[in-house]
């Protein structure tokens, strides 16, 4: 096992602290990687999360002027783009470098530098996008962080509507931190198919690493019009060309293809791995083993392929002709089926088992209530007719805040709280879990099931003011004060972090009596990451 | 778990908008035929997922209750089972069946609303979408005019909808007025085509509901449904040069030499801008900034003066005009009604 190498000597003192970020900052280790992409996460999770509460805060009443419409604008280009590939892609790898060869019994990646380049490759495409805020608004916004929101459509990322370089950084940002994602899946996939040890068939895989299996696949496929997409924007930009150029007889709607193309898929390969830890969580917490495992294994694949087929459900008020709106519309519903199945098999593994409410299970009960919401507005979102009426709305932002945070989130945090004592040695302490969990649980039904309303009343996204009388603003109310339980939250989860990390109870091998490979031997403490503070 | 929430206060919100006392923008308050049957669409969704959701959050619910673990017997595993073959066909094949209805239901509506054939005498609308306002033209009618949309009513004996064709002059937009359609996006290079037919008069509030820009969110829209003598009255009105009278020409003065031309148009004046609202009529429209301003003397002087003050980041440039050219210019746009 990997644990075994790391043979560094267990004392630590000041003189030894700069050797010791040496060690980590080249680190070849998929543990070390794992924890260092989840570190670069939580930190990122901090600052989109900032982004979002301002943005809560401008629209708590009508016509409020506690930000410009500049920053606004700014803040939900950069919330949404820092979320999804500088938060969630950063945590969904942090969890399948750690976690994916020690269930499998590999020694590592298959590739162990290649890993290291995908996470620095990562964090310095983060860097990029966040040095847009060291220029000044002078220059023509020279400087600037971009505003041209997270899908970037053109042609406001033109020139001619974007001078300056906000939409630069924003490009480069996102296309250097794809090359990272790509080398990531190649590595996850190739650890997958060829280093299983003896006797770990395909078959008798842990869910987690087949979720992660088509997870690779699809980022493979998806990232690659995105990288596409954002050498074209460049090539417009700065070399004449003419793709998204309108003056030229370039398509806006080519960019939203592109784009999308990537975006839907985006949202699986976001989705499975959280699936991954439910699948594993669900059953150790119920005492059973995973309910039709073959089955959950074909709805797996299923999702997969389906999930390149539905992109334009994203574009259906975009104009296109009533057959191509119709595919649309069954691609998009039958997605819903294999989606189904999954949330099935978990109930069935918890039917007749002996739950047990730990935190990590509670979170993943959680994520099971909400993502049977997120789903069924997903079916309302894929009837093309509603979808006239919904899309661009405040509904949409709250069906799909419902996915990411109430359903892959919580996963997440199901996930820390289930694997901290195989990272740290130390359990995570319960009662800040539990109180953890119901804040959560509080703050995201408050700002998420609101949502949906003023949406339904007619309220668009990405507005930085509205006029009063719409029936908007109670609404707009109750979601700003749900922002406060998810920060508190947030700060339990952080308090319980450190504090565990150094006085949690020692975890000891298997402290969930699980049946898989990675919690069998715990990291003794002076093995983990524990002794580099001690 | 508050997930019951979401399903609880639909219906608060179905009724209250039935009433018209919560919002004058509710989807589920249509009073033209694309937004009715996108409504009735919507109800039959929202009906069979609640029953989705009321089966399986009471199964999962039940499962919580149930089989949470007991004190008593805590050393026995309970029994392992590994799938069943009927039950894995069952939840799959019922979901499959309940697919097939929504796509019908759905493909049924998209034919109705999208392939729907225009009358010989509907009327045809050009909506342009600008930052950040909407230039709208009646090409048959000799008509331009900006941000307020006149419609005739459309009674179901004499049924005259309005095809609107959807163009952009600079980036993307979207075109939604939620108690009439659902949205359609005003793209450059792709034009695209809707249809409304209001069956009560009244004005329907909307809004830009495309990111288009900096003033995204005061790109707003109104819809006046008239009766069928009223709107050609206002056509008339509409389709006539601009008022000119001595009284002002030292206003007019002001708008012909500074550069107010080289955007707004004023039918009778040289001149062709292209870029700003018409102005031939400007008062007979109830606001100005697209939406964001009641159309008074102290509105528009302020606007004149500096937009950035009511809407800031709008094209429209401060022409750094005198105090008395600005009482000039305001006295003269306040004669072109």
């Known amino acids: 096992m990997a644990s075994d190498a790391m043979t560094l000597p267990r004392t630590a003192s000041a003189s030894r602290l700069l050797p010791e970020i040496r060690t980590w900052l080249t680190t070849v280790d998929h543990k070390r990687l794992g924890l260092l992409y989840i570190l670069f996460a939580l930190v990122s999770l901090i600052i989109g999360g900032l982004e979002a509460s301002i943005m809560r805060l401008q629209l708590i009443r009508p016509n409020n002027d506690f930000v410009s419409p500049e920053l606004f604008n700014r803040m939900f280009t950069m919330h949404g783009t820092t979320m999804i590939f500088f938060v969630a892609m950063p945590l969904i790898f942090g969890f399948a470098n750690y976690l994916t060869p020690l269930m499998i019994g590999a020694r590592d990646m298959a590739f162990p ?18 040095a847009s805020l060291f220029g000044g608004s002078s220059l023509l916004q020279a400087g600037g962080a971009p505003d041209v929101g997270w899908f970037a459509y053109a042609p406001l990322t033109s020139r001619l509507f974007s001078p300056g370089h906000s939409t630069d950084f924003w490009t480069l940002g996102v296309l250097i931190s794809g090359f990272g994602s790509v080398a990531t899946a190649i590595n996850i996939l190739t650890t997958i198919i060829c280093s299983r040890c003896p006797g770990m068939t395909l078959g008798r895989m842990p869910l987690f690493a087949w979720l992660n299996l088509v997870m690779a696949g699809l980022v493979i496929l998806a990232l690659g019009p995105l990288t596409a997409a954002q050498f074209m924007l460049l090539i417009d930009r700065y070399l004449g060309g003419h793709f998204f150029d309108i003056m030229a007889g370039g398509s806006a709607v080519l960019w939203m293809h592109f784009f999308w193309i990537f975006g839907h898929p985006e949202v699986y390969v976001l989705v499975l791995p959280a699936f991954a830890i439910a699948s594993e969580i669900i059953p150790v917490f119920s005492r059973k083993v995973m309910f039709g495992y073959p089955v959950m294994v074909g709805a797996t694949v299923a999702i997969g392929f389906i999930s390149m087929s539905v992109w334009a459900h994203h574009m259906f008020a975009i104009g296109m002709n009533a057959n ?40 993943c009960i959680g994520f099971l209530f909400q993502f049977l919401v997120a789903g069924l507005t997903g079916v309302m979102l894929a009837a093309a007719p509603f979808n006239w009426q919904l899309t ?23 996930g820390f709280y289930y694997w901290f004592p195989k990272m740290s040695g130390r359990m995570l302490d319960e009662r800040l879990g539990k109180l953890n969990f119901w804040l959560f649980v509080i703050g995201f039904h408050l700002t998420f099931d609101f949502m949906h309303v003023p949406g339904i009343l007619g309220m668009p996204r990405r507005i930085y003011t509205y006029e009063a009388g719409r029936g908007w603003e ?9 922002v406060v339980f998810q920060a508190a939250a947030i700060l339990v989860f952080a308090w319980n972090l450190l504090r565990s990390y150094f006085k949690g109870k020692i975890a000891g091998n298997d402290p969930w009596d699980a049946w898989t490979l990675e919690l069998r031997f715990i990291a003794s403490l002076g093995n983990g990451i524990g002794r580099y503070c001690r | 778990m508050s997930a019951w929430a979401f399903y609880l206060f639909l219906p608060a919100v179905l009724g209250s908008s039935a009433h018209g006392s919560s919002s004058p923008t509710s989807i589920f308050d249509p009073v033209s035929t694309p937004a009715r049957s996108i409504f009735g669409l919507s109800l039959l969704v929202l009906a069979v997922t609640a029953i989705i959701f009321v089966a399986v959050f009471g199964l999962l619910a039940y499962a919580v209750v149930k089989f949470r673990q007991r004190t008593v017997d805590n050393d026995r595993e309970p029994p392992q089972v590994y799938g069943s073959t009927q039950i894995e066909m069952a939840w799959t094949i019922i979901p ?6 929504l796509f019908l239901a759905s493909a049924r509506v998209i034919a109705d609303i999208q392939d729907a054939k225009p009358p010989h005498d509907a009327v045809e609308i050009t909506v342009v979408g600008h930052q950040y306002w909407w230039e709208i033209r009646y090409p048959g009618l000799n008509v331009v005019t900006a941000n307020e949309i006149h419609v005739s009513v459309s009674d179901s004996a004499h049924p005259t909808p309005t095809f609107v064709t959807l163009l952009s002059a600079d980036t993307d937009h979207s075109f939604w007025v939620p108690r009439l359609a659902g949205k359609t996006d005003l793209i450059p290079n792709h034009p695209n085509r809707m249809w409304i037919d209001p069956h009560k008069t009244g004005i329907y509030l909307g809004q830009c509901a495309q990111y288009c820009g900096i003033q995204h969110a005061k790109m707003l829209l109104r819809v006046y449904v008239q009766t069928r003598a009223e709107f050609d009255r206002w056509v008339e009105e509409q389709s006539r040069s601009a008022a000119m009278t001595n009284a002002v020409s030292r206003g007019r003065a002001v708008f012909e030499t500074n550069a107010c031309l080289d955007c707004h148009t004023v039918k009778g004046i040289a001149g062709n801008g292209q870029f700003g609202p018409d102005l031939t009529h400007l008062m007979s429209r109830d606001t100005i900034a697209s939406g964001v301003a009641l159309n008074t003397p102290k509105n528009l002087r ?36």
Not at chain 1, 332 to 350: D, Q, R
Not at chain 2, 96 to 101: G, K, R, S
Not at chain 2, 317 to 331: E, H, Y
């Open chain 1, 113 to 130: 530098r290649l890993n290291t380049f995908s996470l620095w490759i990562m964090a310095f495409g983060g860097a990029i996008l966040y």
């Open chain 2, 96 to 101: 499959i069946l309940i697919v097939l209805v």
């Open chain 1, 474 to 482: 109670g609404w707009n109310l109750i979601v700003a004060i749900g």
């Open chain 1, 392 to 414: 661009g709305s405040y509904f949409v932002v709250a069906h799909f805040h419902y996915v990411i945070v109430g359903g892959i989130l919580f996963c997440i945090f199901g």
């Open chain 1, 324 to 363: 191509a709106n119709t595919f649309f519309v069954l691609t998009t519903m039958t997605i819903s089926v294999p989606t189904g199945i999954k949330i099935f098999n978990w109930l069935a593994t918890m039917w007749g088992g002996k739950l047990q409410f730990k935190t990590p299970m509670l979170f």
């Open chain 2, 302 to 337: 302020k606007w004149v003066k500096d937009p950035s003050s009511i809407k800031p980041g709008a094209t429209m440039p401060a022409l750094q005009l005198s105090d008395g050219q600005l009482n000039d210019v305001t006295a003269y746009l306040e004669t072109l009604r």
